[in-house]
């Protein structure tokens, strides 16, 4: 293997993308910025492939990559110095086209900020990484960062209770970011299952399920119960307003009207114990729709993590899903964040709520955008969400992937991701990510930096081991 050193260059054959050979162990890197010494003068290029090869009994390695603003006509060139980005031509590129979120820094390059263009979540956004790649955390300081920066409102649907101080920051905090947080933070709201810490309830009316919620909740199919279906729809629909307010409010009517039906209904509602869950308002309490609709806050944190059954969880986001859709012709822009999103929003529903629910995300992914209803879903897997809702996702915010089978799924749902660079997914450290679509100016592997508001739910200690 001796001989002289080989060095990087690169060519192009179309003055758009180009193809390099460098040593093994050079600074060329997969993902990273170079520098071609081409014609008409520098220019600044991102290696998107890379694998190694043999040739005449050396190793070296070759790949591809994409050359970045290159003007109309940039000629093809041959054999010209290809090296590493200098940070500040990097910072630059990633400053450009108004990307004025501050994740933290890129992977490797630890002098310069990972950016995210704000005006990117006006597509749908798909968060995705193993149990304890650091999907909630970076997920916080996202939000933080869209907080900061942005006027866009954002509806967090939070089963683990991950984001409920996302309106104070934490002890470490610079004071005088602290204190800008603090300004732009000032409408944030949370809501809770079990209200404290200054929370406020979280609660839904019967009514806000719509009349296919509220069948689904009593499990009640349109043709099969074609009788007590067709008398609840007809209870709903003459219902006063505040009517059905409280489940309680319900089956008293139902009891009390004499009607076989609707004493078959007030049965299967004690049955199911739909009347023993946690989240029905009392008749003067407010409901979270209500909250959104009167406080207009700047972000609301549905903090569903004290409901003790999955069907309360999914009964909010129904109610919440059915409110946005209803109002959507207001085209009031909002963000609709949802952590552990196979939740309520699983690929394979398994009864009629879930599968309501399912609809639901999957018409607002379809057709949300054109509204200004933008979904940013964070889950472990893709094959834990619906088909029809991840093809709608322009964004893939990606973190340590471990399986090779999730990976190739990724890569090939997400055409639009390099896919060596999915393949990279599976050596991610903890907080690292590959950022790709409408919000991020390039693909982009990034670390997420430190938060500045405290997390919610914390991890089990792991003091056990010592
Ligand atoms: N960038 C980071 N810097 C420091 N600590 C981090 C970072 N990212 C995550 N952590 C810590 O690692 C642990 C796991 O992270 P996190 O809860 O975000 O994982 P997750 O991907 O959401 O997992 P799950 O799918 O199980 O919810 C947490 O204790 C969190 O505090
Ligand atoms: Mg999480």
Known sequence: ???????????????????????????????????????????????????????????????????????????????VAVSAAPDQLIAARLGQRGASLELGTLRGVPDVAARLEAKGFNRHTFL????????????????EELVLRTRLPLFVLDP??????LGRTGPDVDPTVAAAYAEAAR???????????????LRIRLSELGPAGVAALMQLDPIADRREYNALLHTLRNAPDEGFASVEAATEAFGASGDEVLELIRMRIENLGVDR????????????????????????????????????????????????????????????????????????PDDPLQRLAVELFTRIAGEGRKY????????????????????????????????????AALASRFGFVPPELVELAGTFGLGESLLVGKVSPDPQLARTGTRLTPEGGADVPTDWAS
């Open 1 to 79: 293997m001796d001989g002289p050193t080989v060095a990087a260059v690169a060519w192009s054959t179309d003055g758009t993308t180009f193809n390099y050979r460098s040593p093994v162990g050079g600074e060329v890197r997969l993902g990273g910025y170079v520098v071609l010494d081409a014609p008409p003068g520098e220019l600044l290029g991102q290696v998107l492939s890379q694998r190694s090869v043999e040739e005449r009994g050396r190793r070296l390695v070759t790949g591809t990559g994409q050359l970045l603003d290159v003007r109309p006509g940039q000629p093809t060139f041959d054999e």
């Open 128 to 143: 995705c990484g193993q149990s304890g790649s650091g999907k909630t955390y970076s997920l916080g300081r996202l939000l």
């Open 160 to 165: 683990n209770g991950d984001h409920v101080h």
């Open 187 to 201: 409408g944030v709201q949370v809501l809770g299952a079990e209200p404290r810490d200054g929370a406020a309830p």
């Open 277 to 348: 869950m946690a989240a029905w308002a009392k008749r003067s309490a407010r409901t979270i729709v209500e909250v959104w609709e009167q406080d207009a806050p700047r972000a609301l944190i549905a903090d569903t993590s004290s409901f003790e059954e999955r069907r309360e969880r999914i009964a909010v986001a129904v109610a919440v899903l059915e409110h946005l859709w209803a109002q959507r012709k207001r085209r009031r822009p909002l963000l609709l964040v949802v952590d552990e999103a196979h939740d309520v929003c699983p690929a394979l």
């Open 372 to 407: 200004g209803i933008h979904l940013l879903l964070a889950s472990q897997r893709p094959d834990k969400l619906p088909e029809n809702v991840l093809s709608q996702c322009d964004n893939l915010l990606l973190m340590r992937v471990n399986s090779a089978g999730d990976r």
